[in-house]
């Protein structure tokens, strides 16, 4: 079956731009988790949705960083007035049991 | 606050020799710890959980709570094996901590 896709796979933006990063879930997966990946680093938390409900948005860096899920499925990560720092590989995992995150591809973001 | 350390950066080992991949953590909670592998050009999916206390691929890791670590460990190593490999903690809304990740090359 298709598993967690993202969209686009890559992405260059200027600095002060904004971007949309798009995840779609494997279907009837609850939980949907954002992660930040540095070059050279692990996945860190970003946010988490359960359905519809971001229940946890602590690992968001700024406010220039907002996540949305608003049907409970696709999810769309929005970066605005990006930074050189914000370049990374962003991950969007989805689950329907606390045992197992099923990753997608990932977007890598190079703002120049 | 929670941790993951992997210490190892890279690691390299003969084919047929024995592989153990360093983890340890930081938390003061009842811990929930898993391995996830990503191979060439692949995804990131997950190896094993503690909590299942299974062997996949021939690879185990014990939770050793004394020594708050969870160690990755094969006897004999296989050229498939090759791969990127990330220890990671679950806390709170089963939000997961990574460490920074071991690359084992295993050599033929």
């Known amino acids: 079956g298709a598993g967690v896709s993202q969209s686009p796979r890559y992405k260059v933006a200027k600095r002060g731009q904004d971007v949309a990063l798009r995840c779609d879930p494997i279907?009837?997966?609850?939980?949907l988790f954002w992660y930040q990946q540095a070059l050279g680093q692990g996945p860190e938390f970003l946010t988490y949705?359960?359905?519809?409900?971001?229940?946890?948005k602590s690992g968001l860096p700024s406010d220039r960083f907002f996540a949305e899920r608003p049907e409970g499925s696709v999810s769309t990560l929005k970066i605005q007035r990006t930074q050189q720092e914000d370049s990374a590989v962003y991950l969007c995992?989805?689950?329907?049991?606390?045992?197992?995150?099923?990753f997608g591809p990932g977007t890598r973001l190079t703002v120049l | 606050a929670q941790r993951v350390t992997q210490p190892e950066k890279l690691l390299s080992v003969f084919k047929g020799a024995p592989v153990e991949l360093k983890c340890n953590y930081s938390y003061s909670g009842s811990p929930e710890l898993f391995w996830y592998v990503q191979y060439s050009r692949q995804r990131l999916q997950l190896l094993l959980r503690h909590i299942s206390r299974e062997s996949i691929k021939g690879f185990t890791a014990d939770l050793n709570k004394g020594e708050t670590s969870f160690h990755l460990k094969k006897p004999f190593a296989q050229e498939e094996d090759s791969a990127m490999y990330y220890c990671a903690l679950m806390w709170g809304n089963e939000k997961l901590t990574f460490g920074t990740g071991t690359r084992l090359t295993i050599i033929p």
């Open positions: 279907s009837g997966h609850v939980s």
């Open positions: 995992a989805s689950s329907f049991s606390r045992y197992e995150q099923f």
């Open positions: 949705f359960q359905n519809e409900a971001q229940l946890d």
